[in-house]
C-alpha cells in the first residue's frame, strides 16, 4: 500500500534532522518497545503507580510488538517516525474506534491509539508531524472522523491534542494495568482539518 507520507527536512530554524515517516514492521519491535518504555517513564512516573508502569513495560515488550506487528490487519495503522542518523524516535497507531457504547462516540469512525516520542524530541514538530500522517492514511481509508483518549492527569497532552484542534467529548472512569484511572476523549469531527496541519518547532 501507498502511504501519502514522506521525507521532511529542516522543519526548525535550528533543527537539520532529517525525517522519514514509513510503516511499521515486525523488524521495528525493540526500538518501539524502547520508545515506548523511555516515554512511559518519563511521562507517567508521578501520574501512575510504579507496579502500573512495571505492568505496562511487560504487557508492551518487544515480543508484543513483533507479535502485533506479524499480524495482517489492514484496519490498523502503525507508523514509525526515523531520522536518518537518530533511529526510530517516535511512533503512532491509529484505527478503527474501539468500543463504547456512549452517544457521544458513536460520532466518530476512527481512533488514534498511541503516540509517543523520545523526550529530548518533543516540541519540536515530530508529535504534528506523526498525527498528520496518522490522519493521512485515515482519510485514505475513507474515515472522516477520529477521537483519541488521554489521562486525564496528563494536561500536556490534552493541551497538545486542543492545539491540532481535537475538541475535549467526555471524562470517563476506566480500568488499566491494575488501576482505575480518569481518561479524558478528545475528537476531530473533520480530519481534513488535521490532515492539512503544518508543524512548527515547538509542536
Known amino acids: ?26 523488524a521495528d519491535a525493540e ?13 507517567y512516573a508521578k501520574q501512575l503507580s510504579p507496579e502500573s508502569l512495571a505492568r505496562v513495560e511487560t ?13 495482517v490487519d489492514d484496519r490498523v495503522i502503525s507508523l514509525v517516525l526515523e531520522g536518518a542518523d537518530e533511529g526510530i524516535i517516535g511512533f503512532g497507531v491509529a484505527g478503527p474506534r474501539r468500543g463504547g457504547k456512549d452517544p457521544i462516540l458513536r460520532a466518530y469512525d ?5 503516540l509517543y516520542l523520545l523526550p529530548q524530541f518533543q516540541r519540536r514538530g515530530h508529535g504534528v508531524r506523526l498525527m ?3 490522519a493521512r492514511v485515515l ?25 491540532l484542534s ?8 476506566k480500568p488499566f494495568f491494575g488501576e482505575s484511572v480518569n481518561e479524558i476523549a478528545l475528537g476531530w469531527r473533520d480530519l481534513r482539518i488535521l ?4 508543524p512548527t518547532l515547538r509542536d
Open 31 to 43: 526500538d518501539i518497545a524502547r520508545v515506548q518504555r523511555i516515554s512511559w517513564a518519563a511521562t
Open 139 to 163: 482519510r485514505a481509508r475513507g474515515t472522516e472522523t477520529a477521537l483519541v483518549w488521554a489521562l486525564a492527569s496528563n494536561r500536556p497532552a490534552i493541551g497538545f491534542y486542543q492545539h
Open 132 to 134: 498528520v500522517a496518522m
Open 1 to 26: 500500500m501507498n502511504y501519502p507520507i514522506g521525507t521532511n527536512r529542516r522543519f526548525g530554524e535550528d533543527d537539520d534532522m532529517e525525517i522519514f515517516i514509513r510503516p511499521a514492521g515486525p
Open 59 to 71: 504487557a508492551w515488550d518487544a515480543r508484543h510488538w513483533r507479535r502485533s506487528l506479524e499480524r
Open 166 to 173: 481535537g475538541s475535549i467529548l467526555m471524562q470517563a472512569r
Open 195 to 198: 490532515s492539512s496541519m503544518t
Open 110 to 114: 476512527g481512533e488514534f491509539y498511541l
